[in-house]
């Protein structure tokens, strides 16, 4: 099952859908960049990213999600991005950046 949160999910219910996550319940969250900044999410294993600013700290708030350390952990991320110029320049603006 998945859940979607969005800037209008009360806290609660945000709260709520991540134990259930934890507990297995609910596979995927679908999200906005409402995530992005404030919420770890250890028990994530995969991170999909589709579409972005080109802001290097948007990308790090974002892998940052999955990435928190945990013993015996592997942890994918995968960017989408199209097949479009302004997409592939923020790409290649962002990675560059990377340490």
Known sequence: ??????????????????????????????????????????????????GGSGQPRQMIQRTGRVCRYEENKTAFIYEIIADHDLERRQHIKRTATRV
């Open 1 to 50: 099952s998945h859940r979607v949160v969005t800037g209008s999910t009360p806290e609660k219910e945000r709260r709520d859908f991540f134990q259930e996550f934890r507990r297995g319940r609910t596979r995927i969250i679908v999200t906005t960049t409402v995530l992005d900044e404030g919420v770890d999410v250890p028990d994530a294993s995969v991170s999909i990213i589709v």
